[in-house]
């Protein structure tokens, strides 16, 4: 049986179009993944993002534990700081990438891909046995959470209406504790769509009221319910990598576009020998964006080429609804990824023209 969020049943009475995501019940679309996309760039959208784990670390030993634990340098965070993070396995492969929130140097929240839930918790709790971390303490809080994201131009605007938080004070990738709608709310300047906006995280017992809520402001703002499809669409202009696509166990952060969270210059994290060798090696593929110079929508798993010579792969694919040409991200072989090289992709056995091009798309 499909998993469900707090608002399934209201995903239903909107007339979603629902899909299996992950294990999840979720919504697709509601209106369209082009009118969606376009509101969050130029109004506002409302994404239900309940279906994402958070995995809380206490402890006098939780920095040195998330320290081992990740390649960004968490050391960096002061309270009231989010970062942007990735766990490795021990040969360079993504166990999954996440945001790390710090509420005290002993307090310490993920939040992890929904569908690496249960896998993140069990590796953790792997590093945590098999560690010296004395204090540390780990806890799957995903069920006692719901996730809104309210994403795009209008988003202060219309969070403003619900809240006595000072939204200006909270800068980019910071968050702070409040209230929206009457409910204990953690307000997040964080996001995956490249607009401004916030992430939202309370109690899941409150989350049709905090929903309706910020419908209704949002209203005369011109905000949407925004599914996945246009979530998806969203993020791939921006070139924000997705776990199974762009990362995974077999591919590293030196080839899946988050090198720059990786941190090499840190004293140890699993995964950093073999991620050193790597470098110092040649990285072997590079993640490139793709832009079509012919009619021709990308698809993950597509093959690219140079000439009759295979170069690489696509992780993900769309017709750009801002563009309004097809885009891709690919994994193209060293030495063949220099923006301007002209590529074909693969496309239903004919060779489609397009062009590496410099990212973000938009």
């Given amino acids: 049986m499909l998993k469900t969020t707090p608002l399934n049943k209201i995903h239903r009475q909107l007339g979603a179009r629902m899909v299996d995501f992950g294990g999840w019940d979720m919504p697709v679309q509601y209106s369209g993944v082009i009118a969606e996309h376009l509101a969050v760039r130029t109004a506002a959208g409302l994404f239900d993002v309940s279906h994402m784990g958070e995995i809380e670390v206490r402890g006098a030993d939780a920095l040195a534990y998330i320290q081992q634990l990740t390649t960004n340098d968490a050391s960096k965070l002061s309270d009231g700081q989010v970062q942007y993070s990735a766990m490795c396995y021990k040969n360079g492969g993504v166990v999954d990438d996440l945001t790390l929130y710090r509420f005290a140097a002993d307090h310490y929240l993920f939040c992890v891909n929904a569908s690496n839930i249960e896998k993140d918790f069990a590796w953790m709790q792997e590093v945590l046995n098999n560690g010296e971390y004395t204090d540390v303490s780990l806890t799957n809080r995903s069920d006692s959470f719901a996730q809104l994201a309210l994403q795009g131009p209008r988003a202060d605007a219309i969070l403003a209406k619900l809240t006595d938080t000072d939204l200006e004070a909270i800068e980019y990738y910071r968050f702070a504790e409040g209230e929206v709608a009457g409910a204990a709310t953690i307000i997040s300047r964080t996001g995956y769509t490249g607009e401004a906006g916030f992430e939202l995280y309370f109690a899941p017992e409150q989350a049709e009221t905090i929903w309706q809520a910020l419908m209704e402001a949002g209203a005369p703002e011109g905000l949407l319910p925004i599914g996945l499809g246009a979530r998806d669409t969203l993020r791939l202009e921006k070139k924000y990598a997705l776990y199974g696509h762009e990362l995974s166990s077999q591919i590293t952060p030196l080839e899946g ?100 091009v410099k990212t973000p798309f938009v």
């Fill in 257 to 356: 576009g988050i090198a720059w969270i990786t941190k090499l210059d840190k004293p140890s994290f699993i995964g950093k020998e073999p991620l050193c060798q790597m470098k110092n090696a040649g990285v072997p593929r590079r993640l490139v964006g793709l832009r079509m110079t012919e009619p021709g929508v990308p698809r993950e798993h597509y093959p690219v080429f140079i000439g009759d010579q295979e170069v690489g792969i696509v992780t993900s694919g769309t017709m750009s609804p801002s563009l309004r040409v097809g885009i891709a991200l690919a994994l193209i072989s060293t030495g063949h990824h220099s923006i301007g090289t002209e590529v074909s992709i693969g496309i239903r056995n004919r060779q489609v023209a397009a062009e590496i």
